[in-house]
């Protein structure tokens, strides 16, 4: 049972937590505060990883942030570092050996444990690719990979095993991207690699050096040195097109990316309190995750949760923030002030919406400025218009439209200003168009109409 001073110690934690947060920040939370070092952070869905210092030597742990709840995912003698996830699946580096993890009840399993080193590992679904040293030769590490498709018997295979340096490789579907020294020793490009075709590819080969490339989807990310200090350049593989994601004068290092999302460490408010900041490559806007005081690194994203390193030695910690979710807005364009609106007419009711879709809208009318409301249609499609026809028989100068979310929220929107409803005046008799107006139309009709008999039984009636 918790006691009341636990639940005043929690309170007093959460408080400084919100206290503590930068206006414009993320909100963020903690993940694993336990005493020593915990850094490497990496996530997939609502389960994060780390590598952890707690009983000495260095450990794998987990924390399910839907539960929550945190344990040990290998505790044994030795190292176990560099944890990568995707899904129920959990790799990292062990004594030099790629060693994997079931959750959903297998547990523990040997990717690759060749004499030689292997280390940097990533995963996506059952593919997994590391860096290499069995064929090592004046720093000529390979790219392998392993088809976990059979944890019982994974299916290990070469990438690339040119004579020269490949390092820190990653993986999305069927491309494996990493970075190469084939062209410069000093100066790194980026190179790819079609699981599918088993063809190679050039990503980036700027003369400038570019490193830690990660992948999403279609969208490949790097630091990038070719304006004088680290930057984050983007390539979209379908298009072979490259373009600048963060070219802030100060360093930017460490990108990751899940979907539309890049978030990366960033020293533009000193190189002694590096932050985490984020950029939507959809909506090509740019905002901080995390700006502190401290030291935030090391960051890992999937989908809208990111989580980074908090501090460094043995005071690291594992924080995470939510994206925050943009609220669903609804916006009246017409009818929104002014108008006037003849009863037994048509008029269009038009509005937009933004933000998480909402699907079903509902239409009200006031004729008081807002202080009763009538229906006029209970659910119709998002679509952003309605014909309303006919207008209802109203006679007010104090009229407004509202549109609403039928789905539960409180999103809604009515007319800036208010128009007019009326009926025309029964003294018009000479408005033969009924349109509240006696002018030309009228006088056509009446021209029309003028030798016409008016009874249908005697046509010799006008005479």
Same mark, same amino acid.
């Given at each position: 049972?918790?006691?009341?001073?636990?639940?005043?110690?929690?309170?007093?934690?959460?408080?400084?937590?919100?206290?503590?947060?930068?206006?414009?920040?993320?909100?963020?939370?903690?993940?694993?505060?336990?005493?020593?070092?915990?850094?490497?952070?990496?996530?997939?869905?609502?389960?994060?990883?780390?590598?952890?210092?707690?009983?000495?030597?260095?450990?794998?742990?987990?924390?399910?942030?839907?539960?929550?709840?945190?344990?040990?995912?290998?505790?044994?003698?030795?190292?176990?570092?560099?944890?990568?996830?995707?899904?129920?699946?959990?790799?990292? +580096?062990?004594?030099?050996?790629?060693?994997?993890?079931?959750?959903?009840?297998?547990?523990?399993?040997?990717?690759?444990?060749?004499?030689?080193?292997?280390?940097?590992?990533?995963?996506?679904?059952?593919?997994?690719?590391?860096?290499?040293?069995? =064929?090592?030769?004046?720093?000529?590490?390979?790219?392998?990979?392993?088809?976990?498709?059979?944890?019982?018997?994974?299916?290990?295979?070469?990438?690339? +095993?040119?004579?020269?340096?490949?390092?820190?490789?990653?993986?999305?579907?069927?491309?494996?991207?990493?970075?190469?020294?084939?062209?410069?020793?000093?100066?790194?490009?980026?190179?790819?690699?079609?699981?599918?075709?088993?063809?190679?590819?050039?990503?980036?080969? =700027?003369?400038?050096?570019?490193?830690?490339?990660?992948?999403?989807?279609?969208?490949?990310? #790097?630091?990038?040195?070719?304006?004088?200090?680290?930057?984050?350049?983007?390539?979209?593989?379908?298009?072979?097109?490259?373009?600048?994601?963060?070219?802030?004068?100060?360093?930017?290092?460490?990108?990751?990316?899940?979907?539309?999302?890049?978030i990366w460490q960033d020293e533009r408010n000193g190189d002694t309190n590096s932050d985490i900041y984020g950029?939507?490559?959809?909506?090509?806007?740019?905002?901080?995750?995390?700006?502190?005081?401290?030291?935030?690194?090391?960051?890992?994203?999937?989908?809208?949760?990111?989580?980074?390193?908090?501090?460094?030695?043995?005071?690291?910690?594992?924080?995470?923030?939510?994206?925050?979710?943009?609220?669903?807005?609804?916006?009246?364009?017409?009818?929104?002030?002014?108008?006037?609106?003849?009863?037994?007419?048509?008029?269009?009711?038009? #509005?937009?919406?933004?933000?998480?879709?909402?699907?079903?809208?509902?239409?009200?009318?006031?004729?008081?400025?807002?202080?009763?409301?009538?229906?006029?249609?209970?659910?119709?499609?998002? +679509?952003?218009?309605?014909?309303?026809?006919?207008?209802?028989?109203? =006679?007010?100068?104090?009229?407004?439209?509202?549109?609403?979310?039928?789905?539960?929220?409180?999103?809604?929107?009515?007319?800036?200003?208010?128009? +007019?409803?009326?009926?025309?005046?029964?003294?018009?008799?000479?408005?033969?168009?009924?349109?509240?107006?006696?002018?030309?139309?009228?006088?056509?009709?009446?021209?029309?109409?003028?030798?016409?008999?008016?009874?249908?039984?005697?046509?010799?009636?006008?005479?």
């Amino acid at each position: 049972m918790i006691s009341k001073l636990m639940v005043s110690a929690i309170t007093v934690v959460l408080l400084a937590l919100v206290s503590s947060q930068v206006k414009g920040d993320w909100q963020s939370f903690p993940v694993c505060e336990a005493v020593s070092e915990q850094s490497e952070p990496d996530i997939s869905g609502d389960r994060v990883v780390w590598t952890d210092s707690r009983i000495g030597g260095y450990d794998i742990y987990s924390y399910a942030l839907s539960e929550p709840n945190e344990y040990p995912i290998d505790t044994t003698g030795g190292d176990q570092s560099q944890p990568a996830i995707s899904g129920d699946i959990i790799v990292w +580096t062990d004594n030099n050996n790629i060693i994997g993890y079931e959750l959903s009840g297998t547990g523990k399993f040997t990717i690759c444990a060749d004499d030689a080193d292997q280390n940097y590992p990533a995963i996506d679904g059952n593919m997994v690719v590391w860096r290499d040293k069995r =064929n090592y030769s004046e720093n000529s590490y390979d790219i392998y990979g392993g088809d976990i498709s059979d944890i019982s018997e994974p299916n290990v295979f070469a990438i690339c +095993t040119e004579s020269h340096g490949q390092y820190y490789p990653d993986v999305s579907g069927n491309i494996v991207i990493w970075i190469d020294v084939r062209n410069s020793g000093s100066q790194p490009d980026i190179y790819g690699y079609n699981l599918s075709t088993k063809e190679e590819f050039e990503i980036c080969t =700027n003369s400038s050096g570019q490193y830690y490339p990660k992948i999403s989807g279609d969208v490949v990310v #790097w630091m990038d040195d070719r304006n004088g200090n680290s930057d984050i350049y983007g390539y979209r593989i379908s298009t072979k097109a490259e373009f600048p994601i963060c070219t802030h004068s100060e360093k930017q290092s460490n990108p990751m990316i899940s979907g539309n999302l890049v978030i990366w460490q960033d020293e533009r408010n000193g190189d002694t309190n590096s932050d985490i900041y984020g950029y939507d490559i959809e909506g090509g806007s740019e905002f901080p995750v995390c700006t502190v005081s401290g030291v935030q690194i090391n960051p890992a994203v999937d989908g809208d949760t990111v989580v980074w390193q908090q501090g460094t030695g043995s005071s690291a910690d594992v924080y995470g923030a939510y994206r925050p979710t943009s609220p669903s807005v609804l916006t009246i364009l017409s009818p929104n002030g002014g108008e006037m609106l003849l009863a037994g007419t048509a008029a269009e009711i038009t #509005w937009q919406s933004s933000g998480p879709e909402i699907e079903n809208v509902r239409l009200d009318y006031s004729i008081n400025m807002g202080g009763n409301w009538n229906l006029i249609m209970s659910s119709i499609a998002n +679509t952003g218009l309605f014909e309303w026809n006919p207008i209802p028989a109203e =006679n007010s100068e104090q009229c407004l439209v509202r549109v609403s979310d039928v789905g539960g929220s409180s999103t809604s929107d009515a007319s800036n200003d208010v128009f +007019t409803l009326f009926e025309c005046s029964g003294s018009l008799i000479a408005d033969l168009n009924e349109d509240c107006f006696v002018d030309i139309k009228d006088f056509a009709l009446f021209c029309q109409q003028w030798l016409r008999s008016g009874n249908p039984y005697d046509p010799t009636w006008p005479n």
